[in-house]
């Protein structure tokens, strides 16, 4: 077999076998999955040509597959295979490394443990946080499922923190309310300490491993394979010993997070690189609301670390450098609590007109040590340690330097409530793909809109993904014969993985990142303009045109990190150019797209979603498809009437 496969292969893939000291080959079992053995998986030797040669391919058969192994990736792929289907779940990192492992806060769910809660005031909360750009038939089913939802993590063993009766413990975040904005703030977001998205990732795995999903460790995913209009599969490189696979199935989940790491100062994890978008973009498929990038108040200042809403939730308190409280001015009500959006905006304009803190007045504190240590050690004891390390500062007895920094993407791939991913046909009406779905962050349902309320991201990739499994179950049996697709198919992922691996030009992945990331951080921040905008997308072309300049040094084909940054920044640029486009053509103020020269929302004009296309390095292409405003049963859940925009301030 290894000799068979040393003369197949092409003159490139023979040096990096040669470079690497190892032959390309077909993996064992054993190094193709954890906890469980593949299912027909077989080595389809001269099946398929790659520059002029033939070369080995895996190829496996299931019927349904997950890429990533986040929240929304183990919920739908534990959901698929307890239900009877061959699942797998294709992931570039060990799951419990995902990044949902990093989000702090909560999960909102009017369990009302607190004091009287009612789905329906979320479902109001939700509508009116995303500025009216949510859809409301899936926020009508998010926040009604939000309960079950719940209580199922706390059934398999999630463990929630409690309050004396033994309930789970629920804090107050920001965009919350009792009695549709008329009873205060409320207390809605259940919580695990401030570690609630580690306690859920390891909850959500060990049930993945429980109904024995299988596996695909440290598997970058290239590309999606289509088939008349179909997806039937996905393209992949398995990183531990470089064997290249192609997956078919009936059903494709994309659940591969969002594009945080696009900008220079985030709260995002470096493998937060977009890459299921950008296999959408490669596709043909349109993106969409890729403009509305939501700030985070408060990532420590110099590192971009995330301290939790949470911390203002259980009382913390935000002030300048004169001393003063001043979310108190920006919104009079709900103070530190205000929309995330809000106090980011807030914050911007406190710096710029000189009342920031530090040497160089560029940062505001977050003040926590008011509260009882007791208090901290219980609820915050996470951020406490990361002020500590990243910081170098006791909370106890010194305030946190904090900056707003990116933190979530409110775009992503359009679908539908059930998880089924969207585009558009030749009339712009809403056309379902095939074989085709979305969850998580990498998703844009829409739920939140023009900017998300904080402890909504977990419900979102916990309902979304088991919405997911739910529809592809209820609609295949396990076992369908695949229909004969062209051999070639997917294959000019591979030619375009081997052309980047053997890639001379002068630049760098990391200069042309951090090129990227710096365009991006400067031209489409919190506060945006035409002419800054504008700039961004002339910068953005240019940064993407020298991508053809990039250089790999490594031409191995095992771990090769050179290599697989590189397919991320392919996938970053991707991100980018789409969110600058957007954000230039939207003339408004609308929740995170905060617009200097169009202060107002005007929703005559831009009540609508934003859908972009992009062919290669070609411009970008924008449609629009209509907002749904109608709910899933208007007697269960009246739709919400747009509000006035506020005009009392210049950041509401």
């Known amino acids: 077999m290894l000799s068979t496969l040393r003369r197949s292969a092409t003159p490139s893939l023979r040096q990096a076998a040669s470079s690497?000291?190892?032959?390309?080959?077909?993996?064992?079992?054993?190094?193709?999955?954890?906890?469980?053995?593949?299912?027909?998986?077989?080595?389809?030797?001269?099946?398929?040509?790659?520059?002029?040669?033939?070369?080995?391919?895996?190829?496996?058969?299931?019927?349904?597959?997950?890429?990533?192994?986040?929240?929304?990736?183990?919920?739908?792929?534990?959901?698929?295979?307890?239900?009877?289907?061959?699942?797998?779940?294709?992931?570039?990192?060990?799951?419990?490394?995902?990044?949902?492992?990093?989000?702090?806060?909560?999960?909102?769910?009017?369990l009302g443990n607190m004091a009287e809660d009612d789905w329906r005031w979320h479902f109001y909360d939700t509508v009116k946080g995303a500025d009216w750009l949510g859809d409301q038939d899936a926020i009508h089913y998010m926040t009604k499922e939000a309960i079950p939802a719940v209580l199922e993590?706390?059934?398999?063993?999630?463990?929630?923190?409690?309050?004396?009766?033994?309930?789970?413990?629920?804090?107050?975040?920001?965009?919350?309310?009792?009695?549709?904005?008329?009873?205060?703030?409320?207390?809605?977001?259940?919580?695990?300490?401030?570690?609630?998205?580690?306690?859920?990732?390891?909850?959500?795995?060990?049930?993945?491993?429980?109904?024995?999903?299988?596996?695909?460790?440290?598997?970058?995913?290239?590309?999606?394979?289509?088939?008349?209009?179909?997806?039937?599969?996905?393209?992949?490189?398995?990183?531990?010993?470089?064997?290249?696979?192609?997956?078919?199935?009936?059903?494709?989940?994309?659940?591969?997070?969002?594009?945080?790491?696009?900008?220079?100062?985030?709260?995002?994890?470096?493998?937060?690189?977009?890459?299921?978008?950008?296999m959408i973009t490669r596709a043909g498929l349109p993106l969409q609301d890729m403009e509305f990038v939501q700030f985070h108040p408060t990532g420590i200042y110099g590192a971009g670390c995330l301290i939790t809403e949470g911390s203002r939730g259980e009382g913390g308190i935000l002030i300048n450098g004169n001393g003063e409280r001043f979310m108190e001015r920006y919104a009079p009500t709900a103070k530190d609590l205000a929309s995330r959006d809000v106090v980011s905006r807030s914050m911007t304009v406190e710096i710029r007109e000189g009342r920031g803190v530090g040497p160089e007045k560029d940062h505001i504190f977050l003040q926590l040590h008011h509260l009882p240590p007791k208090v901290l050690h219980e609820r915050l004891p996470g951020i406490s340690e990361t002020a500590s390390i990243f910081a170098g500062v006791?909370?106890?007895?010194?305030?946190?330097?904090?900056?707003?920094?990116?933190?979530?993407?409110?775009?992503?791939?359009?679908?539908?409530?059930?998880?089924?991913?969207?585009?558009?046909?030749?009339?712009?009406?809403?056309?379902?793909?095939?074989?085709?779905?979305?969850?998580?962050?990498?998703?844009?349902?829409?739920?939140?809109?023009?900017n998300r309320l904080g402890a909504n991201s977990l419900l979102d990739i916990v309902v979304f993904g088991r919405a997911a499994a739910l529809h592809i179950a209820a609609n295949m049996e396990s076992g369908k014969p695949h229909e004969k697709i062209d051999e070639q198919a997917g294959m000019k992922s591979f030619e375009d993985l081997d052309r980047l691996r053997l890639a001379d030009g002068p630049k760098s992945t990391a200069e042309i990142r951090l090129e990227m990331q710096k365009t991006m951080q400067t031209e489409a921040a919190v506060f945006r303009t035409q002419e800054t905008l504008d700039e961004g997308v002339r910068r953005m072309k240019e940064v993407q045109e020298s991508f053809e300049q990039v250089g790999v040094k490594d031409r191995s084909l095992i771990w090769n990190s050179d290599l697989i940054e590189t397919l991320e920044l392919r996938n970053l640029l991707t991100c980018a150019s789409q969110t600058v486009v957007s954000a230039a053509a939207r003339k408004e103020s609308r929740g995170a797209h905060a617009r200097e020269d169009y202060p107002e929302r005007d929703d005559e004009t831009w009540m609508k979603h934003t859908l972009s296309f992009q062919d290669g390095h070609k411009p970008v292409k924008l449609e629009y498809r209509d907002v749904i405003s109608t709910t899933l049963d208007a007697n269960e859940a009246a739709p919400r009437p747009k509000l006035p925009f506020a005009k009392r301030c210049r950041i509401c």
């Open 153 to 278: 993590l706390e059934h398999f063993g999630l463990p929630f923190s409690r309050t004396k009766e033994g309930k789970i413990y629920q804090r107050a975040f920001g965009g919350q309310s009792y009695n549709y904005g008329k009873g205060g703030q409320a207390q809605r977001t259940a919580c695990s300490s401030d570690r609630t998205g580690h306690s859920m990732l390891h909850t959500l795995y060990g049930q993945s491993l429980r109904h024995n999903t299988k596996f695909f460790i440290e598997y970058f995913v290239l590309d999606l394979i289509m088939h008349e209009g179909k997806c039937v599969g996905v393209t992949a490189i398995n990183m531990e010993d470089g064997t290249l696979h192609r997956f078919r199935s009936h059903n494709t989940v994309l659940a591969t997070g969002g594009y945080g790491r696009a900008y220079f100062s985030c709260t995002s994890a470096h493998t937060c690189t977009g890459d299921g978008n950008a």
């Open 394 to 450: 006791d909370v106890t007895k010194q305030p946190i330097p904090v900056l707003p920094t990116v933190h979530y993407n409110m775009g992503g791939i359009p679908t539908k409530y059930t998880g089924e991913v969207l585009t558009v046909d030749e009339n712009g009406k809403d056309k379902i793909v095939p074989g085709l779905y979305a969850a998580g962050e990498a998703a844009c349902v829409s739920v939140h809109g023009a």
């Open 20 to 110: 690497s000291k190892r032959l390309l080959h077909a993996s064992s079992s054993r190094r193709y999955v954890a906890a469980t053995e593949p299912a027909r998986a077989t080595v389809m030797d001269g099946a398929a040509t790659l520059q002029g040669g033939k070369y080995p391919l895996v190829e496996h058969e299931y019927d349904a597959i997950v890429v990533g192994a986040g929240g929304a990736g183990l919920r739908a792929a534990f959901g698929l295979a307890s239900s009877g289907l061959k699942t797998a779940c294709l992931t570039k990192l060990f799951p419990t490394r995902s990044h949902t492992v990093a989000a702090q806060g909560g999960i909102n769910a009017a």
